[in-house]
């Protein structure tokens, strides 16, 4: 028996007692070199993985990601961005060979053939050697695949002013109001203007808030008969006491919301 190897039985001393050669052998043969999973390794992992995280969550503390406003589907100008981590594929598709009638090489080639290629890399070299020098083939196209992403990426955002942009679509916060439910011109709204505008008047996805906005009864009793924008003429029915009532009621809560 030596220190650290166990022990060993052999029955008939013409039978080697290395037999499966495909068992690693015990980790305490290589003294500096590798150590025990559980605890030792593992606690390891979790401490670096711990740190970083604990960084990641300060550095969202102190610079939180700039959130734009709701989506709006009437608004044909506003262009779209994926997030950060597939900008070098949103960049990709502005080159002649990967757009237009070439799309599905930008969409579904080139991208398979990359991502393959680094899914067949340790298949592609399995050289025993564990150092980047003797690993050419795994190493150069891991280095090539990591220099495409983050110069497409570079490229990608550089040409866009994130603050600008955030600045320009950031979120309205919502106003709130007291809506006197008992007032007539409230009944009026709920027979012609709920089913767009909403019960608190905050609009919706297919028509704008009525809180917030500075028009005067006159100019409101305009809009609720021509219409405006989106809004067909003809939506209001009723009398023209009624169109007073809902006038004025719009008003009021505009002047609450001031």
Not at 8 to 34: C, L, M
Not at 126 to 154: E, K, N
Not at 185 to 198: E, I, K, P, R
Request: net charge negative.
């Amino acid at each position: 028996m030596h220190k650290g190897k166990g022990m060993k039985f052999v029955g008939d001393s013409r039978i080697s007692a290395d037999t499966k050669p495909n068992i690693p052998k015990d980790y305490s043969e290589y003294p500096g070199r590798t150590e025990a999973f559980w605890p030792n390794f593992l606690l390891k992992e979790w401490l670096v993985g711990a740190v970083f995280l604990v960084g990641f969550l300060c550095l969202t503390v102190a610079h939180p990601s700039p959130l734009e406003g709701m989506a709006d589907p009437t608004n044909a100008g506003y262009i779209p961005l994926p997030d950060w981590y597939f900008l070098f594929l949103y960049e990709l598709l502005k080159y002649d060979f990967a757009s237009g009638p070439y799309v599905l090489f930008g969409i579904i080639v080139i991208p398979g053939l990359a991502f393959g290629g680094l899914l067949l890399a340790p298949f592609l070299d399995r050289g025993p050697g564990r150092r980047p020098h003797q690993r050419p083939i795994a190493v150069g196209m891991m280095l090539l695949g990591v220099a495409s992403v983050v110069w497409l990426t570079y490229e990608s955002s550089s040409h866009v002013d994130w603050e600008a942009r955030a600045e320009a679509n950031k979120p309205e916060p919502t106003v709130q109001v007291d809506i006197d439910k008992d007032d007539p011109g409230y009944a009026v709204f709920q027979d012609n203007c709920t089913s767009c505008h909403g019960d608190d008047l905050q609009g919706g996805a297919s028509a704008p808030s009525l809180v917030g906005i500075d028009h005067s009864a006159d100019e409101i009793k305009k809009i609720a008969q021509e219409g405006t924008g989106d809004m067909p003429p003809g939506i209001f029915k009723g009398s023209d006491e009624e169109l007073q009532q809902l006038a004025d009621f719009i008003v009021s809560v505009n002047e609450q919301a001031k």
